[in-house]
């Protein structure tokens, strides 16, 4: 078993005179009312992966823990969402101005063809929604504000954001429940379970990854690959909250003090209608 490292996101077809089949897409619509969105245009995933870092001032001239395993994340995303129909593009090691220039390059364009967007973010980060570009840490909010000054076609489509970094330090040993009143079973769940952007671990605490993925990315691209079909998106990311505590934890047997440690995602949104993907 490999060691736990910390991380410190429908078209029509008519046939012409030449009997071409020709893809016509509509605008999709809009209504207030409906329980769901309207998923039917096009669907964007944006990866912007991080594996290797930069020796800059902003890291106190000490170069970041490459990110073993995140490939494997990336992998399994485009495999997923590709096979959902989603559009993916992925941005690997992009330094700080970079990402935010590219988020503002594919907020501003006309998307009225559009469903949605998702963007997945996959790096170290740190407490205070801090999480790190190539070249220096920056604050997460200033994407929320890039997409809440989004093109006009963008408004009342959901935009969804996985993020996979560390929001602290501070990890996570646990508490034990008891499922009877002799006290004699119980269970051992993270310390913040039952209390909706999706982050892959709660405030000032670590996420964690190994060669194969991290917790948060596999889980959510095995839960989606398996419930999409029966479950909305709200509904999916509560089994992987499910998965996430009771099934996962590190080892990290050589160092002790980081084994055995527990991860609660925590979710939050202000969606006004369901997603089915």
Not at 78 to 90: A, I, M, Y
Not at 229 to 256: G, I, K, Q
Request: proline share 4%; aromatic share 12%; with cysteine.
């Amino acid at each position: 078993m490999e060691e736990t490292q910390v991380d410190a996101s429908a078209s029509e077809r008519q046939e012409t005179n030449s009997s071409v089949p020709v893809e016509i897409r509509t605008k999709p619509s809009f209504n207030p009312n409906d329980l769901y969105y309207d998923m039917s245009g096009i669907k964007y995933l944006y990866i912007f992966n991080h594996f290797e870092f930069q020796k800059t001032k902003y890291f106190n001239n000490k170069k970041p823990t490459t990110r073993d395993g995140t490939e494997k994340d990336v992998s399994r995303l485009k495999e997923v969402f590709g096979s959902l129909g989603f559009k993916v593009k992925d941005f690997n090691d992009k330094e700080h101005r970079q990402i935010l220039d590219e988020i503002t390059e594919i907020t501003s364009k006309d998307h009225k063809e559009a469903s949605c967007i998702f963007f997945a973010f996959l790096s170290h980060g740190d407490k205070d929604g801090i999480i790190y570009a190539a070249d220096r840490p920056y604050q997460f909010k200033d994407v929320l504000a890039i997409l809440e000054n989004c093109h006009s076609s963008l408004l009342g489509k959901p935009k969804v954001l996985f993020v996979q970094a560390c929001k602290g330090n501070r990890m996570d040993s646990g508490r034990r429940i008891e499922l009877d009143s002799s006290g004699r079973a119980s269970y051992l769940i993270p310390t913040h379970a039952d209390f909706l952007v999706l982050y892959s671990t709660v405030e000032d605490h670590v996420s964690y990854r190994n060669v194969y993925g991290s917790f948060l990315i596999q889980d959510l691209c095995d839960i989606i690959e398996t419930y999409h079909e029966f479950y909305d998106l709200l509904h999916m990311l509560t089994l992987v909250h499910n998965r996430v505590a009771f099934n996962r934890f590190t080892y990290t047997p050589s160092t002790p003090k980081n084994h055995n440690k527990k991860q609660m995602p925590e979710t939050k949104y202000s969606l006004t209608k369901l997603i089915r993907l």
